[in-house]
């Protein structure tokens, strides 16, 4: 993570500022430890600040697959990309490149659960070095992926990695002009906090700028995904009253794709054959 960043951070537990004892290389902080006043310690790793409170993370998502090279990192992006129509991944391309657009003037721009890198990715690629770009994930392993293939495209320059939680994110207030997601706040159960979390990052007027994955009522992927607790925003209406109801207001949404989920052993939802729809939802704090 870039040293000038850590100005930007702050302990997930207490919400106190952060200092770190350890070794930096080319203004990154490469290996040791962030303490708060209160004396919580999170380790950092080979330039990734471990930012979570294990009691508060410990029933969140976590990658069984590990990314011991690029070509592993690679696998994985081209089985799960075989599963899926070339219409939703023309789509899916397009709609991150929208998101692109939309924020590539921000001078910073923070990316929830950002998994293996789709957006983080592009955005590194076609942003230039005055945008800083700061890309989360809960788990680790995800992010030592994108780390690989950021290092491989020669984009990793203006990128920082770091683990931290979506509900506690690691960030003071009011310091983020722009937050972007792809289909992050989707995996994330309590969803609305998820919400709360970012209106308290953003700056004022700031943009939030999210695809996200929509369900019909009723059907059965939409019951199952209230039952594993990530159904508060899997429909219009329902994204509608949890944007409102965390200070947000709705600038556009627009629906890049719709149609029947194809068979897919690599997500656990939608269901084969339930109508779905991937949707890029433009936002502002009020």
């Given at each position: 993570m870039r040293s000038s960043l850590l100005d930007e951070l702050v302990c997930p537990v207490c919400q106190d500022a952060l200092a770190f004892k350890g070794t930096t290389s080319e203004a990154r902080l490469s290996k040791g430890v962030l303490e708060c006043i209160n004396g919580h310690l999170y380790q950092v790793k080979d330039e990734i600040p471990i930012l979570k409170d294990p009691k508060t993370s410990k029933n969140e998502?976590?990658?069984?697959?590990?990314?011991?090279?690029?070509?592993?990192?690679?696998?994985?992006?081209?089985?799960?990309?075989?599963?899926?129509?070339?219409g939703l991944r023309r789509a899916d391309e397009t709609m991150a490149n929208d998101i692109v657009e939309v924020v590539?003037?921000?001078?910073?721009?923070?990316?929830?659960?950002?998994?293996?890198?789709?957006?983080?990715?592009?955005?590194s690629r076609q942003t230039d070095e005055k945008t800083v770009l700061l890309g989360t994930d809960v788990d680790?392993?995800?992010?030592?992926?994108?780390?690989?293939r950021l290092e491989e495209q020669k984009a990793y320059g203006h990128v920082s990695l770091?683990?931290?939680?979506?509900?506690?994110?690691?960030?003071a207030r009011e310091r983020i002009p722009c937050l972007t997601s792809f289909f992050g706040f989707d995996n994330i159960?309590?969803?609305?906090?998820?919400?709360?979390?970012?209106?308290?990052?953003?700056?004022?007027?700031?943009?939030?700028?999210?695809a996200s994955l929509w369900f019909k009522e009723n059907s059965k992927s939409l019951a199952e995904a209230?039952?594993?607790?990530?159904?508060?925003?899997?429909t219009e209406e329902r994204l509608s009253q949890v944007l409102e109801e965390t200070g947000f207001r709705i600038d556009s949404v627009k629906t890049y794709y719709s149609g029947e989920w194809p068979r897919n052993p690599m997500d656990l939802l939608p269901f084969e054959g339930d109508w779905f729809a991937h949707v890029l939802v433009l936002a502002h704090k009020m």
């Open positions: 998502f976590v990658w069984n697959v590990e990314f011991p090279n690029v070509k592993k990192y690679d696998e994985i992006r081209m089985k799960y990309a075989s599963y899926l129509s070339e590539s003037k921000r001078k910073l721009v923070l990316d929830i659960a950002s998994g293996l890198g789709t957006l983080l990715v592009r955005l680790e392993r995800p992010l030592r992926g994108a780390k690989l770091c683990v931290m939680e979506a509900k506690h994110l690691a960030v159960r309590e969803t609305k906090k998820a919400f709360s979390e970012a209106y308290r990052v953003l700056r004022p007027k700031g943009q939030l700028a999210f209230e039952k594993l607790g990530f159904g508060v925003i899997a």
